[in-house]
């Protein structure tokens, strides 16, 4: 595999919340910011309900990163992950990128270190790696084509017979896919922290308590979750299937802060967040809960944590997501 390795930068220091004057209003100082320095701020849908609030655009995270692009904006704020931030740097290399808290992670991020998925790919010369969006840009660059959970079937549909597949990082999505196509495809070990602990316990339980409810669930999910789902998609489809479907209450397997969209888009329904079994609050993603409205304005104000990304892995990670659009 020959691909740019990526340079490490020191991590930057955790934001100093003590900066921080308590007599100012916020979400005031964070509305002023933006229009002062020409920022967009991006939030996905698994934020706290303050930020998504104060968000110009909210949603999944190549599509914010795209909405981006439709912006004359000097600075992107991308309330979300780390990987997602990178995304948006790469389509847009021209902005500076900033997000919340740099330690902002994600679990299949971590599973799935650059030199582990290139020692993987040499082990399957000529095979096609099929990569989540999920991943560093480092692991973008070793992949051939990047794919989100809305457009992975069709793009796994694409590939010739006979051509093997690498899917990677996230193996409950891989083997949703794989059920779906009847592709067979070698899969990274990797799994989303919070769609593991879904519980099928407590989904009996709640299908038991509330017969006539819809389940709608995400297939970053374990097969034991999604055999009882009516509608498995992305967080938008999600969104989309529990606004729109015929029903007046859903069972909503994916993290629950998407709930709040749904209230808002048709708050005449009722939406109720599958939990784990054992009592935590499991089904909150703690990397997306890193970001609050403190360091968001401090992210504003200072203007960093930046991304910032070599051209030449820029160029290579922008690559394979070039050929989702183009496939997709």
């Known amino acids: 595999m020959s691909a740019p390795s990526p340079i490490v930068f020191p991590r930057p220091a955790p934001p100093d919340l003590s900066s921080i004057d308590a007599r100012?209003?916020?979400e005031e100082e964070i509305s002023r910011l933006k229009k002062e320095k020409r920022a967009v701020l991006l939030a996905h849908y698994y934020q706290e309900e303050e930020i998504q609030d104060l968000a110009d655009f909210v949603g999944d995270s190549l599509d914010l990163s795209?909405?981006?692009?439709?912006?004359?904006a000097?600075?992107?704020?991308f309330a979300g992950v780390r990987f997602m931030a990178e995304t948006a740097k790469?389509?847009?290399?021209t902005r500076k990128v900033v997000l919340p808290d740099y330690e902002a992670g994600c679990s299949l991020e971590n599973s799935c270190p650059p030199e582990m998925f290139r020692a993987w790919r040499e082990q399957h010369p000529g095979a096609v790696s099929l990569t989540y969006i999920n991943c560093s840009a480092a692991v973008k660059a070793l992949s051939d084509i990047i794919v989100t959970s809305s457009n992975a079937e069709k793009i796994v549909r694409s590939i010739p017979p006979g051509k093997e597949i690498l899917f990677a990082p996230d193996r409950h999505l891989g083997a949703f896919l794989v059920k779906k196509t009847g592709r067979p495809m070698t899969l990274w070990p990797g799994t989303c922290i919070v769609h593991e602990q879904f519980s099928e316990r407590e989904m009996l339980r709640l299908k038991a308590q509330y017969p006539d409810a819809l389940v709608a669930a995400h297939p970053e999910c374990p097969e034991g979750i999604l055999k009882y789902a009516d509608h498995v998609g992305?967080?938008?489809s999600i969104l989309q299937f529990a606004t729109t479907a015929a029903g007046k209450r859903f069972l909503i397997a994916t993290e629950e802060g998407i709930i709040h969209q749904m209230r808002?888009?048709?708050?005449?329904?009722?939406?109720?967040a599958l939990p784990p079994d054992n009592g935590c609050r499991c089904n909150e993603c703690p990397f997306m809960k890193l970001n609050t409205i403190?360091?968001?304005y401090l992210c504003l104000r200072d203007e960093r944590p930046e991304i910032v990304l070599p051209e030449e892995l820029r160029k290579a990670a922008e690559k394979p997501l070039l050929k989702m659009l183009e496939l997709s």
């Not at 000097?74 to 704020?77: D, E, F, G, M, V």
């Not at 790469?90 to 290399?93: G, K, Q």
């Open 90 to 93: 790469i389509l847009n290399p």
């Open 66 to 72: 795209r909405r981006a692009q439709e912006t004359d």
């Open 294 to 296: 403190e360091k968001l």
């Open 234 to 236: 992305s967080t938008r």
């Open 74 to 77: 000097r600075l992107i704020a």
């Open 24 to 26: 100012l209003d916020l």
């Open 264 to 272: 808002k888009l048709a708050p005449d329904r009722e939406y109720i």
